[in-house]
C-alpha cells in the first residue's frame, strides 16, 4: 500500500482542480451578520446580501448544476449581546437557485428573524 502527500494539488492548467462525483461542500461560508454584513470566511462565494433583519442571501462564485442540492446551516447570537434563547438558520421563502441560497435566521422560540453573530451554511452537489 502507498501514501500520496501533498500540500497542494492542482489541475494541468495550475488552477483549483474539479471535484466531480465527490461528497464534498462545494460552497460554505460564515457570515457576520451584525453591523455591516459580511464573510468572516468562505468558499466559493462572490457576495452576501443583507435583506432584512436576519434575512441573508449569499451568491456563489461557481454555480451549482440546479437548484436540487443539500445543504445545512446553524447560527448563533452573540453570547455577549444574551444568551437567552438558541438562534436557528433556515432557507427563506425565496426557493434556493443554482447561483444562491437565502437564509432566514431566526429566534428557537420562533420570535422573529434578527441579525447574528454567525450564521452559517454548507452546501453539497455537483457544480455546473
Known amino acids: 500500500m502507498s501514501t500520496l502527500k501533498a500540500d497542494t494539488i492542482q489541475n494541468t492548467s495550475g488552477g483549483a482542480v474539479t471535484l466531480t462525483n465527490q461528497s464534498a461542500a462545494k460552497v460554505w461560508w460564515c457570515i457576520d451578520g451584525t453591523g455591516t454584513v459580511e464573510f468572516r470566511d468562505s468558499f466559493n462565494c462572490s457576495s452576501v446580501t443583507d435583506n432584512a433583519a436576519g434575512d441573508y442571501t449569499t451568491n456563489y462564485t461557481s454555480s451549482m448544476s440546479s437548484a436540487n442540492y443539500g445543504s445545512g446551516s446553524q447560527g448563533r447570537r452573540d453570547p455577549a449581546v444574551s444568551d437567552n434563547g438558541n438562534l436557528v438558520s433556515n432557507m427563506a421563502g425565496a ?34
Open 95 to 128: 426557493a434556493p437557485t443554482s447561483s444562491s441560497m437565502r437564509q432566514d435566521c431566526a429566534r428557537a422560540d420562533f420570535a422573529g428573524s434578527e441579525d447574528l453573530d454567525r450564521c452559517n451554511a454548507i452546501v453539497c452537489g455537483d457544480l455546473a
